[in-house]
């Protein structure tokens, strides 16, 4: 049901955008490294194409797999899991749009042999237990990617073939057809409606990386609708970036008009344009494949009209790196993001290899309008490759981290915590609060945020170091440590758009 509130708040939002397509930005705020900040967007990428674990597994094993996959990532001091659901036009859910991916089960169209799991629905679950968020992560035009690969008989390929094309060993949507990206809409939709997602991302793939000497096959779309949307025969390149265009803000909109409060991120190739392809020398100083001319991704345009609400780039280079330095890189994004959430892709096994992460890290948190940082791949956090994991643990994830509040879609926090109380049961103590949820108001309390201090200490929810939980449930179990020590327990609220309430604080004996 939508309420007048949910209307009120979409009405924001859209109003939102058009500021930001008028050039409203925020100017920069000179910040010191903290070694504990309390708002740090801490993600991770998980792939499933070409991954072969998940269809060895029975629908049991997935599930305790997927859970201790969250498990470990908080233990890591990660708060965002990006997870790929949509790896080849299929469905690591249950979808009436598109057939179960072939990365889940073997065989595509193949469902799970318990009928009731819903692997995003279980992920979903898991991550809000524990105060993370989960972005369903989405490849838009991708069909297969390789051309062997069978498809299933319901795949939407099959009834319209004529909007699809060939590109080297793989198979896309023709980003040139509108029908293709009402269809992409569709999708996005059905997931944002059905699912507790807390957003939806995309990755770099948008038209496909260029083959050398092989043209990409789009000239039917190209001859059918580049007159008629203004474009002569010799703009196909801009013809090809207004389309993607045309899809991200239509995603945009579909988001928006659904849930106002799931966003809309983006984590495009790392170069948005080399300095010297730009007139004006706006771009970095750097040589390498481009966003905007490569891949036809106008990611710096995205952001300046408001069309998504992070941007992720991958600066998956090495510091010092002759074509592509990822300091250089790492200051233009700051500078050339008009102060919208800005989050940094970071390479695991290249930056460990060079014993750089935490280097980058710290440089990443010298940035004005740098917010967080995003990790691929994910499997080396959770395998605790080269000690990754225990080294996130010990250093710049050694206290938790809340996600950074999206303020350029609300402003304002949820109500404090009511009727904080402990409850001693013959083998628990627990706190517990009154929960006052509600899933179609956004402004509602979604989580809850727990704080500890030694008695006589200063109370000061800004030190994250004092965090010890973050969860969804409306209680806390207590840890037992003989009952001599005396502490005080803060309570918060957050909001869907990550805001903060007032704490309600209680003392107990441990």
Not at 65 to 75: A, G, P, T
Not at 119 to 129: M, N, R, S, V, Y
């Amino acid at each position: 049901m939508i309420t007048g509130k949910f209307l009120r708040i979409a009405a924001t939002l859209f109003t939102t955008i058009l500021m930001f397509g008028c050039g409203v930005s925020r100017q920069p705020v000179t910040r010191g490294v903290d070694p504990f900040p309390k708002r740090e967007f801490r993600g991770v990428w998980v792939q499933t194409v070409g991954q072969s674990r998940y269809q060895q597994m029975n629908s049991a094993a997935m599930k305790h797999y997927l859970s201790e996959m969250v498990r470990k990532f908080d233990e890591a001091g990660i708060n965002a899991l990006i997870f790929q659901v949509r790896p080849e036009a299929d469905a690591f859910y249950k979808s009436n749009l598109e057939p179960w991916s072939r990365f889940m089960t073997g065989i595509q169209g193949k469902a799970p042999d318990d009928p009731d799991f819903d692997p995003l629905a279980f992920l979903i679950a898991e991550c809000h237990k524990r105060g993370m968020e989960l972005h369903a992560w989405l490849n838009p035009y991708r069909v297969k990617s390789n051309i062997s690969s069978q498809l299933a008989p319901g795949h939407i390929y099959w009834k319209y073939p004529e909007r699809f094309v060939q590109y080297g060993n793989q198979l896309f949507f023709d980003p040139g057809l509108p029908e293709n990206r009402s269809f992409i809409c569709e999708v996005v939709r059905d997931i944002v409606s059905r699912y507790d997602v807390d957003a939806i991302h995309m990755d770099d793939y948008f038209y496909p990386y260029p083959i050398a000497g092989t043209p990409f096959p789009d000239d039917g779309s190209f001859n059918a609708y580049a007159a008629s949307q203004g474009f002569s025969p010799g703009q196909r390149d801009d013809w090809r970036r207004n389309n993607v265009n045309l899809l991200i803000r239509q995603l945009k909109y579909t988001i928006a008009g659904t849930k106002p409060w799931v966003r809309f991120g983006i984590s495009p190739f790392g170069i948005y344009r080399n300095k010297r392809n730009t007139p004006d020398g706006s771009g970095s100083d750097t040589n390498g494949l481009e966003n905007y001319s490569d891949l036809y991704a106008d990611i710096k345009l995205w952001v300046e009209k408001g069309w998504i609400d992070y941007n992720l780039p991958q600066l998956y280079w090495e510091i010092g790196h002759d074509r592509a330095d990822y300091t250089t890189l790492l200051r233009w994004w700051n500078d050339n993001n008009f102060g919208q959430p800005l989050y940094i892709g970071q390479d695991l096994e290249r930056s460990m290899k060079r014993n750089e992460l935490d280097v980058k890290i710290r440089q990443s948190r010298e940035m004005p309008f740098v917010q967080g940082n995003c990790y691929w791949y994910g499997y080396q956090i959770l395998e605790n490759t080269g000690g990754v994991a225990d080294q996130l643990k010990r250093g710049a994830h050694r206290a938790k981290a809340l996600i950074p509040p999206y303020t350029h879609l609300h402003q304002g926090a949820p109500g404090k915590v009511k009727r904080l109380a402990q409850v001693f049961t013959e083998d628990m103590h627990f706190l517990t609060w009154e929960e006052r949820k509600d899933p179609n108001n956004p402004e509602a309390a979604r989580e809850f945020v727990i704080y500890r201090f030694d008695a006589g200490e200063k109370i000061d929810i800004s030190r994250a170091e004092k965090i010890v939980a973050v969860t969804s449930d409306n209680f806390y179990l207590l840890p037992y440590e003989g009952g001599r020590n005396r502490y005080t327990y803060v309570v918060t609220a957050l909001d869907a758009f990550k805001n903060e309430g007032k704490g309600a604080k209680i003392k107990v004996v441990l």
